[in-house]
T-cell receptor, first 112, second 114 residues
Framework: DQQVKQNSPSLSVQEGRISILNCDYTNSMFDYFLWYKKYPAEGPTFLISISSIKDKNEDGRFTVFLNKSAKHLSLHIVPSQPGDSAVYFCAASASNNNDMRFGAGTRLTVKP | EAQVTQNPRYLITVTGKKLTVTCSQNMNHEYMSWYRQDPGLGLRQIYYSMNVEVTDKGDVPEGYKVSRKEKRNFPLILESPSPNQTSLYFC?????????????FGPGTRLTVL
């Protein structure tokens, strides 16, 4: 039972354009959401997070939007750079629980 | 350098031969966790530990054991590996629980069970 879903396995964008990665979740108890970035042969690294009390969090070129009513979050990267090419994982957790649920990942390719 | 280390990085073994994958962190983190990554399924949590001597099952604990005798170490034990445990394994740690904390991941261990 995948409680966190990333329905797009891959995304390709042109350098300088916006990348939008989407994530849906089913468990209404989730109240903390994170995005991780993974390069080949490395472990995932934390990118940005958002708690359920907010609907937007911004860090440089990266912005995460949360729509609680739709149980949907998205990661915007503006402008996209070739170094952003990686697999992006969406993750969620609930404050009354200490397990973490991840989506299947979206492979982003940014073309020069 | 703050890091999570895993050993070995690559392992090929045969069905039924017990193995241990070690994980160590040098950040004095309380929370540690093991995940497996499989195509189309993303990262699935196997076990996690809130602190020394405290461990809990994650999403896919069957066929695995863990122990947390020291704060820095969290080994993953496969008592009788089977081919369906062929996967990429990641250890992770965070300051405290999974909520409201980013996790730091190790580089991964690619396990093949023949």
């Amino acid at each position: 039972d995948q409680q966190v879903k990333q329905n797009s396995p891959s995304l390709s964008v042109q350098e300088g354009r916006i990348s939008i990665l989407n994530c849906d979740y089913t468990n209404s108890m989730f109240d903390y959401f994170l995005w991780y970035k993974k390069y080949p042969a490395e472990g995932p690294t934390f990118l940005i997070s958002i708690s359920s009390i907010k609907d937007k969090n911004e860090d440089g070129r990266f912005t995460v939007f949360l729509n609680k009513s739709a149980k949907h979050l998205s990661l915007h990267i503006v402008p996209s750079q070739p170094g952003d090419s990686a697999v992006y994982f969406c993750a969620a957790s609930a404050s009354n629980n200490n397990d973490m649920r991840f989506g299947a990942g979206t492979r982003l390719t940014v073309k020069p | 350098e703050a890091q999570v280390t895993q050993n070995p990085r690559y392992l090929i073994t045969v069905t039924g031969k017990k193995l241990t994958v070690t994980c160590s962190q040098n950040m004095n983190h309380e929370y540690m966790s093991w995940y497996r990554q499989d195509p189309g399924l993303g990262l699935r949590q196997i076990y996690y530990s809130m602190n020394v001597e405290v461990t809990d099952k994650g999403d896919v604990p069957e066929g695995y054991k863990v122990s947390r005798k020291e704060k820095r170490n969290f080994p993953l034990i496969l008592e009788s590996p089977s081919p369906n445990q062929t996967s990429l394994y990641f250890c992770a740690s965070s300051l405290s629980g999974a909520s409201y904390n980013e996790q730091f991941f190790g580089p991964g261990t690619r396990l093949t069970v023949l």
